[in-house]
């Protein structure tokens, strides 16, 4: 069964830190990697998505990694601000055609505090 | 402003009851689909759409039904509400069932409590 685990569960950090989370997965066949942001009471937004071939994107202070051959992935966000407290959620995509073919992740609870 | 509009934003439902979440989308997308998101879970696929008058089952689709009469509308309908479905929904839609860019688009949410 396809699985993605999600660390820290929860994460408190200063304003202005910097803070990585971590995404592990085991979904075959792969397709692709996404990173959702998610603010208290709203629906999920995009932050970045990533295929096979590659291994990092950003997008203005979030930049997620991946690295399919331990299939882990990660997003790192750079001099947080307060707004950055949310769950952050990884989805993985797989190109076996069933249904929507995306496992989500539990997701990390981030929390910014001034 | 272009995105997904999803009503009621909250709802209490009795044991037996139903009705009808809404989802609308004004972009033109010929995928769309509805999760639930419970405390310490994962979003889980109820129901999906490929277009219009095209629908099938995700990992959680019973006591739910699902119509796509139009591109625009995907409503969900709870049959006879349990407890079990108390939850925050979610639609969601994408030019795509695979986008390889951006994403899905996902509604604000529908909070609901079944007593």
């Known amino acids: 069964k396809n699985q993605v685990e999600q660390s820290p569960q929860s994460l408190i950090i200063l304003e202005g830190k910097n803070c990585t989370l971590q995404?592990?997965?085991?979904?075959?066949?792969?397709?692709?990697l996404r990173w959702y942001k998610q603010d208290t009471g709203r629906g999920p937004v995009s932050l970045t998505i990533m295929t096979f071939s590659e291994n990092t994107k950003s997008n203005g202070r979030y930049t997620a990694t991946l690295d399919a051959d331990t299939k882990q992935s990660s997003l790192h966000i750079t001099a947080s601000q307060l707004s950055d407290s949310a769950s952050y959620i990884c989805v993985v995509g797989d190109s076996g055609g069933g249904a929507d073919g995306l496992t989500f992740g539990k997701g990390t609870h981030l929390i910014i505090q001034p | 402003n272009a995105g997904v509009t999803q009503t009621p934003k909250f709802q209490v439902l009795k044991t037996g009851q139903s009705m009808t979440l809404q989802c609308a989308q004004d972009?033109?997308?010929?995928?769309m689909s509805w999760y639930r998101q419970d405390p310490g879970m994962g979003l889980r696929l109820i129901h999906y759409s490929v277009g219009a008058g095209i629908t099938d089952q995700g990992e959680v689709p019973n006591g739910y039904n699902v119509s796509r009469s139009t591109t625009e509308d995907f409503p969900l309908r709870l049959l006879s509400a349990a407890p079990s479905q108390t939850s925050v929904y979610f639609c969601?839609?994408?030019?795509?069932?695979?986008?390889?860019?951006?994403?899905?688009?996902f509604g604000s949410g529908t909070r609901l409590t079944v007593v």
């Open positions: 969601a839609s994408s030019y795509s069932r695979t986008p390889t860019r951006g994403g899905y688009t």
């Open positions: 995404c592990n997965y085991t979904v075959s066949p792969f397709s692709n």
């Open positions: 972009m033109n997308h010929e995928y």
